[in-house]
């Protein structure tokens, strides 16, 4: 038998970032990844998808040549060359992660593993101890029962990330950030997109204004995008699948070359026998305090498996908090903090949220003063040609305090990270509005529905 101090479990972003810093606390540190090593954000998430999201974004600039007095752009997308640069990207940030989890910090076994015990899992053959468990085992692609889905066969966004041959068409199921930059990708290098989403409107945990924006664009590239649906069967007809659902009160069909099953993902928990440890499970995610403890107080869980957030920055944070609680018994705990959570998806435009929602406001009877301003009458964003969107503020009435800011519109992902700094300090509307702002910059925008939360105050 093998034992160590503390046993990670996942060598993706949040377990690393579990390992790093008990080692870094002085403990015997153990990680456990079966592989491939890299984790979901390098090998199938994050990083792959904004590889090749870029290459359309090119082609869609190209595209639009003619209106910025640039003629005779006329770009074709090689898929199998996006796709290899995008395999090229992902090499090196794998073999440096796979360079930290073997560079003798910790001990690495390359296995599956599975608890037989509180205090002990199985390795391969091998049993080790732990004094300490720290769960990091992501996420996997949800399968949805739907009637005839699997008889017409689909992919997943794990296959969709290594087509290299570009489908004619495609029906993309879902409305969440994968469903959706992954549509938009396929729309913009030539594919025809049929997006079918059952609630609505796009992002549906969000507020309906942030979603409204993007759903015109991605029409306006040709996508058919179909909300508020009911999704009824698939079948095959001439070699085509075919999905058949209600829309708009009227019975539709679609049919189209592959089918991308993109409705979310749930927590990997599979093959780790929790149960044999006593560890509380609820809708298959493994439940944690706020310390990201399990109801085994000496295992913890991060990341996607706990099911509380799908992101990595989020991931790495709750991997800290579990390594130090693990490694300092006797202090008091730490805590995460949910306050600055924060969502970007990386569409055209791109939709970025930090805080509450007006959605999460009305539902928790949380007072709030909002306001808005529009892209199409900011002179950066019109300078530049990106125009669909706007920014919104929500802050508390009698302090000002910024409570949640979104964004739908141009480089939103970006501008998003000033409304997360002011509001780490706890910032105002009145604070972001005397903030320097250099102009014309895309972030001068900030400032607009800033001054109108001031003067709905005085």
């Known amino acids: 038998m093998k034992k160590h101090g503390v046993v990670v479990i996942g060598g993706g972003s949040g377990g690393y970032a579990a390992a790093r810093t008990a080692h870094e606390a002085g403990a015997d540190v153990a990680v456990v990844d079966c592989g491939p090593l890299g984790g979901l954000c390098i090998l199938r998430g994050c990083m792959p998808s904004k590889a090749i999201l870029r290459s359309a974004e090119i082609m869609e600039h190209m595209r639009r040549g003619a209106e910025f007095g640039l003629l005779n752009l006329f770009p074709q997308a090689d898929l199998a060359a996006i796709m290899e640069r995008k395999d090229r990207l992902i090499k090196e940030f794998a073999d440096y992660r796979i360079e930290q989890l073997r560079d003798g910090r910790f001990t690495l076994y390359e296995e599956r593993a599975e608890f037989v015990a509180p205090n002990q899992i199985r390795v391969g053959d091998s049993i080790v101890e732990g004094e300490y468990f720290i769960i990091a085992t992501g996420s996997t692609v949800h399968r949805a029962s739907i009637l005839g889905l699997d008889e017409v066969g689909f992919i997943t966004s794990d296959e969709a990330l290594e087509l290299r041959t570009q489908p004619a068409s495609m029906i993309v199921l879902g409305g969440g950030p994968i469903a959706l930059e992954l549509a938009q990708f396929y729309q913009r290098i030539g594919t025809q997109v049929h997006l079918i989403q059952r609630s609505g409107h796009v992002l549906s945990a969000g507020d309906e204004d942030l979603a409204l924006p993007l759903e015109a664009r991605l029409r306006a590239e040709g996508m058919h ?116 959570a924060v969502q970007v998806t990386f569409t055209d435009p791109q939709v970025a949220s930090v805080g509450r929602s ?101």
């Not at 995008?225 to 095959?236: G, I, W």
């Not at 107080?297 to 799908?310: K, R, S």
């Not at 301003?373 to 802050?395: A, I, R």
């Open 225 to 340: 995008v179909y909300t508020d649906t009911q999704l009824h069967r698939f079948e095959e007809i001439d070699g085509k699948k075919v999905a058949h659902f209600s829309y708009a009160g009227q019975e539709h069909s679609v049919s189209a070359d592959e089918v991308l099953q993109a409705l979310g993902r749930r927590p990997n928990t599979d093959g780790l026998s929790l149960e044999q440890a006593g560890i509380e499970t609820e809708r298959g995610r493994v439940v944690v305090d706020a310390e990201m403890r399990t109801s085994q107080p000496h295992v913890f869980a991060v990341g996607d498996v706990n099911g509380l957030h799908e992101i990595v920055h989020i991931a790495i944070e709750q991997g800290e908090v579990a390594a130090y609680n693990a490694t300092h018994p006797d202090r008091p705990a730490q805590r995460t903090d949910d306050r600055l």
């Open 358 to 458: 007006e959605k999460e406001c009305a539902e928790n009877n949380i007072p709030y003063l909002v306001a808005s301003y529009p892209f199409d009458d900011h002179g950066k964003s019109m300078c530049l040609g990106e125009t669909h969107g706007h920014v919104k503020l929500l802050c508390a009435p009698h302090s000002g305090e910024i409570i949640g800011a979104h964004i739908v519109g141009p480089e939103a992902g970006e501008l998003i990270h000033e409304l997360i700094a002011v509001m780490y300090f706890r910032g105002t509307a009145r604070d972001l509005m005397q903030i320097p702002h250099y102009h014309p910059t895309l972030a001068e925008i900030l400032t607009y529905p800033a001054e109108d939360i001031v003067e709905q105050m005085e």
